[in-house]
T-cell receptor, first 109, second 113 residues
């Protein structure tokens, strides 16, 4: 299963874009990049996922580099409610989501 | 109309007891999962069922036994509870296939005293 590397923590000003990076240099061709977040002790919340192309939904955008070895999750206008731990996950063909330590994003007023 | 629900939300019990956690999803998904989040906040998959059949079984003590009576339910039964079983347990569901996202329940906080 491909491993991901994320910075342990980041700060972002409220109303600004939050750009969360993730490295997954060992990703293979059929593996998807997934992003989840966990607010306090709630259940993980799905944000977005992609295979090769950039993706956008109502919550965020996902930018995947052409070589697929890294990606960036973009929250376009961060709010205080976006303070959470963000997990970048490479989902293998086994279907397992393997959660790492994630990035703790602190949105500040 | 909660998508993935778990009961109970909190469970406090003594060592040696047997307990169950129930999970139900109303999303029509055919795959369900159990995850464990320990005190260090690491989330690890324990089991996965697809159409009532076990498809993922991580290295979990056999005191843990998942039971899937139908596609919408995946219950977790734990025998002879130990202190180390204290954690938050999350249920999740998805359509089969790695291209489909998983939806998580609110979690059950299990405390073994």
């Amino acid at each position: 299963d491909a491993k991901t590397t994320q910075p342990p923590s980041m700060d972002c000003a409220e109303g600004r874009a939050a750009n969360l990076p993730c490295n997954h240099s060992t990703i293979s061709g059929n593996e998807y990049v997934y992003w989840y977040r966990q607010i306090h002790s709630q259940g993980p919340q799905y944000i977005i996922h992609g295979l090769k192309n950039n993706e956008t939904n109502e919550m965020a955008s996902l930018i995947i580099t052409e070589d697929r070895k890294s990606s960036t999750l973009i929250l376009p206008h961060a709010t205080l409610r976006d303070t959470a731990v963000y997990y970048c996950i490479v989902r293998s063909l086994t279907g397992k989501l393997i959660f790492g330590q994630g990035t703790t994003l602190q949105v500040k007023p | 109309d909660t998508a993935v629900s778990q009961t109970p939300k909190y469970l406090v019990t003594q060592m040696g007891n047997d307990k169950s956690i129930k999970c139900e999803q109303n999303l029509g998904h055919d795959t369900m999962y159990w995850y464990k989040q320990d005190s260090k906040k690491f989330l690890k998959i324990m089991f996965s069922y697809n159409n009532k059949e076990l498809i993922i079984n991580e290295t979990v003590p056999n005191r843990f036994s998942p039971k899937s009576p139908d596609k919408a339910h995946l219950n977790l039964h734990i025998n002879s509870l130990e202190l180390g079983d204290s954690a938050v347990y999350f249920c999740a569901s998805s359509q089969g296939g790695i291209e489909f996202e998983q939806y998580f329940g609110p979690g059950t906080r299990l405390t073994v005293t």
